[in-house]
């Protein structure tokens, strides 16, 4: 019989490949025909002709161009002269699946959302880089927070204060209504919207947290009966995503009598999705939004209620009305998740941070404020306004705290000594009206920026100035 010229390339692959899959078609065929490879090896050394087997070399040009010169492909391989490819398998098992269906986790890179998504990262990476700019002047002494930004009056008496993590506007709560402060186009912060939080007649708004802010993030409201609410659109038309009763033993103040509370506390994990309340209760509960689930109860074990709670790295810190504070590992079990208690403070807790490097500071109706290592049993630092506090807030990365105090001033101090940065007691401009009395003081989380709400229904913004 007379020998066959053998193809020596593989069949070609699609042009496009297969993203479903993950397989690539097979490379270049490997198993010629042993005369094949004695000649290709051949040619190796500077030779660049191929050698053909010598029956093939005796035969005429007429003899061969008579019939076909490439052989049967055999998918086994069985013969030795024929070509072994998987290409066949491979194209059947390519085309067979849904070639036009895009994988979970694709992005288009031209949509509206995508973009949006991405200006809101680059937004939050500009406001991280200003904080720290500022955060570092005000430790270096080249800077103060003394800028009043704005000063607005509201209908009613503000009770709770939030900032928006990555924005100036600023969130205000009154009894069953919720006002967000911003830039309109003009000189000065102004409310932008407004909306009803949908509370009962006994009940009020004791807490605001912000969650998912490095996007569109949403905004939860606290009220002293224990349900929370969530809303979205807060900036421009507010609308109610979810609500539920997340800790339903809990007693309204307008009902509690003489017992001090503190209503509903929040504190939000973004890495964990977790959302923690607690107040005058027994336990502190922990909410998995992501599922939708209670993932545990934390018993605090003190007949006090619950006035702060801040959560960083696992560990959740909590502060009570007799001047405790404790600390829980929420991973470990229920029964051995209290890891640390610390017993200096003598009053009641009216702020608490949690720092890097393993920081806690604190600071109590005394004016008393203290420094905290987690890992050990007494405070680090002490520090005295020397007057009785009737709000404070301690600043969520840098080292300053502010207090409105008996001597109807807002007092700036430093956490490294103690020292007065500055005092705040009018308001700007000629005929600048004294500070109402301050009720609430809120720190912005990042920016060097204070809000203070008074029992006059005005809130007054201050920021930072380089001087």
């Known amino acids: 019989s007379q020998a066959e010229l053998h193809s020596v390339s593989a ?91 895009l994988g979970e986790d694709m992005v288009d890179l031209e949509s509206e959302e995508y973009w949006a998504r991405q200006w809101l990262y680059d937004r ?17 002494g080249s800077g103060r927070l003394d800028d009043q930004l704005g000063v607005v009056k509201i209908p009613q008496p503000p009770s709770v204060l939030a900032y ?30 407004s909306w009803g939080n949908g509370n009962s007649r006994v009940s009020q708004i004791t807490s605001l947290q912000f969650c998912n802010s490095h996007e569109r993030g949403l905004l939860v409201a606290g009220s002293d009966d224990g349900c929370v609410r969530v809303w979205r659109g807060w900036d421009e038309s507010p609308h109610l995503v979810t609500g539920w009763t997340l800790l339903p033993e809990m007693v309204p103040q307008s009902l509690a009598g003489s017992r001090v509370s503190y209503g509903l506390q929040l504190a939000w994990s973004q890495p964990d999705q977790l959302l923690v309340g607690a107040g005058d209760a027994k336990n502190i509960r922990l909410w998995d939004c992501s599922a939708e689930v209670r993932l545990c109860d934390l018993p605090i074990q003190s007949d006090s209620c619950v006035t702060c709670l801040h959560m960083d790295k696992g560990v959740l810190a909590a ?19 209290r890891i640390m208690a610390f017993r200096e403070h003598k009053q009641l807790v009216l702020s608490l941070k949690m720092q890097e490097g393993g920081k806690i500071v604190s600071g109590c109706t005394e004016g008393v404020v203290k420094v905290w290592d987690i890992r050990r049993q007494s405070s680090l630092t002490t520090l005295e306004t020397n007057q009785p506090a009737v709000s404070l807030d301690i600043h969520q990365s840098a080292p300053v705290f502010a207090a409105w105090t008996s001597t109807q001033q807002i007092s700036l101090h430093s956490l490294y000594e103690g020292k007065v940065l500055n005092q705040i007691r009018y308001h700007e401009g000629l005929l600048g009206n004294r500070l109402g009395p301050v009720n609430c003081l809120k720190f912005h989380p990042s920016l060097i920026q204070l809000a203070a709400a008074s029992t006059d229904s005005h809130v007054s913004m201050f920021g930072y100035r380089r001087y």
């Open 164 to 193: 928006e993590p990555y924005t100036s506007s600023l969130a205000v709560a009154t009894r069953d209504s919720i006002l967000l402060v911003g830039n309109k186009p003009g000189p000065s912060p102004q409310v932008t919207t």
């Open 11 to 101: 069949p070609g692959s699609p042009a496009k490949a297969s993203f479903m899959l993950g397989d690539s078609p097979p490379g270049h065929n490997t198993t010629l025909p042993a005369s094949f490879r004695q000649g290709l090896a051949g040619s190796v050394g500077g030779q660049h002709s191929l050698t053909l087997p010598s029956d093939l070399a005796s035969k005429p040009a007429q003899a061969l161009l008579g019939r076909s010169t490439v052989s049967d492909i055999s998918e086994d391989g069985g013969q030795e002269t024929g070509v072994k490819t998987n290409f066949l398998a491979w194209s059947a098992k390519h085309f067979s699946s849904r070639l036009m269906k």
């Open 319 to 337: 502060s009570f009305g007799d001047g405790q504070i404790k600390l829980f590992d929420y991973r470990a079990p229920p029964a051995s998740a």
């Open 124 to 140: 939050n990476e500009k406001i991280k880089k200003r904080a720290t700019v500022e955060r570092k002047s005000v430790e270096q």
